[in-house]
């Protein structure tokens, strides 16, 4: 399977701040990459499909403008919560995937806003 | 996609087999079943996946049911690594999307 890293592991930032999370497809050319978070104890939302060179689609309630993803390689892509709030802190994770191929998960990158 | 089902935990004592069930039963005949586990903390983990036929890998067993309306996923050995949340996923190989979207899961707890 794929190896995929996160970068950072966890964030802690100020309200209001935006932060950047990083998603690397290290041996896998990754056609799509997937952004997904997770709350305590709940299972994994969906938030966004993305193809490489084309804009994200984003699940039903994931506001694009507030979560920016950018997908400019076939092994980079990255997630921006902008202007974050305490409410958008999560365990925040990306996949990747090339065709009808599983999908690849990296290990999580846990986002708290102060 | 459709839904899945799965018991919301299960327990299991350590070296002994474990049988982790997956109720689908609005199936359709193009669907994927995908088992990934989570461990705390971490991102889930490809465990195997099948369409019809049982499958075996290092890891794990997969068993389809003949009408597809339900599988298992074997681990024949349990260790205390293996304690995880199991989730089964659908998904269409011939839709426009490669999407997954997850249920619950079941947690698995091995007791020494």
């Known amino acids: 399977g794929a190896v995929v890293s996160q970068h950072p592991s966890r964030v802690i930032c100020k309200s209001g701040t935006s932060v950047k999370i990083e998603c690397r497809s290290l041996?896998?050319?990754?056609?799509?990459m997937f952004w997904y978070r997770q709350f305590p104890k709940q299972s994994l939302m969906l938030m966004a499909t993305?193809?490489?060179?084309?804009?994200?689609?984003?699940e039903q309630g994931v506001e694009k403008d507030k979560f920016l993803i950018n997908h400019a390689s076939l092994t980079l892509s990255t997630l921006t919560v902008t202007s974050a709030h305490p409410e958008d802190s999560s365990f925040y994770i990306c996949?990747?995937?090339?065709?009808?191929?599983?999908?690849?998960f990296g290990p999580g990158t846990r986002l708290l806003v102060l | 996609d459709a839904k899945t089902t799965q018991p919301n935990s299960m327990e299991s004592n350590e070296e002994e087999p474990v049988h982790l069930p997956c109720n689908h039963s609005t199936i359709s005949g193009t669907d994927y079943i995908h088992w990934y586990r989570q461990l705390p903390s971490q991102g889930p983990e490809y465990v195997i996946h099948g369409l019809t036929s049982n499958v075996n890998n290092r890891m794990a067993s997969l068993a389809i049911a003949e009408d597809r309306k339900s599988s298992t996923l074997i681990l024949h050995r349990a260790t205390l690594r293996d304690a995880a949340v199991y989730y089964c996923i659908l998904r269409d190989n011939w839709g426009t999307g490669n999407q997954f979207y997850f249920g619950t899961g079941t947690s698995l707890t091995v007791i020494p």
């Open positions: 041996d896998f050319q990754a056609t799509t």
């Open positions: 993305s193809n490489e060179g084309s804009k994200a689609t984003y």
């Open positions: 996949s990747v995937g090339r065709g009808r191929e599983t999908q690849y």
